[in-house]
């Protein structure tokens, strides 16, 4: 039985494309970059790539990126648009809790929930960090991923908050339930897919505090972990993380 985000990415690279959350690619390789030091030697895995924005963004500025997804809609977009940009990405169909590569990276990067906190068990998830810390290279490697904030629903609605002008989007969101015990919202997606068929999805997105976050990532071997605020197309390791971001971006390194 396929799963609710299996099913969602099912010919909808084009829907995805006109999200509000896909607008700061720009900023958001901008932040990479000084992150890297601009060292172009570095080579790179995105995962949960979808249809390619930040892995073919870092490509035209020169850097060796490979892109991982298990859609296959979405990744023959990226290879589209990889190509329209005249652009070099290698570009593979991976299931993130099963990744092939151990050592092979200096950078892991997981932006816009690129399957972690989609999966329906906690062990999942945390078996996606483990494959994003064994695929880094042992010394001085670096995982830049963002995840939901589980400090937002704490203090705040999340239906509120997917109803403001500040999540528009072509996706709507219904019936929520978040669950205190487990810190997993449930809740009704509706999507119209690039067929034009009409999808109604139930979702469960697991939102994390960022003890937890530390406590895997150290748990992985990681040595400095610093979690932050992930503002749209503007990440900084200047904005701290409050009950009033969505999103937390993570910067762990070994």
Known sequence: MKQWYETLFENYANSYEKESFTKGTIGECDFIEKELGHNKEVNILDIGCGTGRHAIELSKRGYHVMGVDLSISMLQKARKNAKKQHVQVTFEKHDARRLPFTSEFDVVLMICEGAFSLMETDEMNYKILANASKALKPKNGKFIFTTLNGLFPLFHSIKDFINSENKTGIAEYTVNNFDLMTF????????????????????????????EVTWMLKSLGFKTINIFAAKLGAFSRNDPLTTEDYEMLVIAEK
């Open 184 to 211: 997993r919202d449930h809740h009704v997606i509706t999507v119209v897919d690039d067929t034009g068929q009409k999808k109604e999805l139930q979702c469960n997105e697991r939102y994390y505090v960022p003890s």
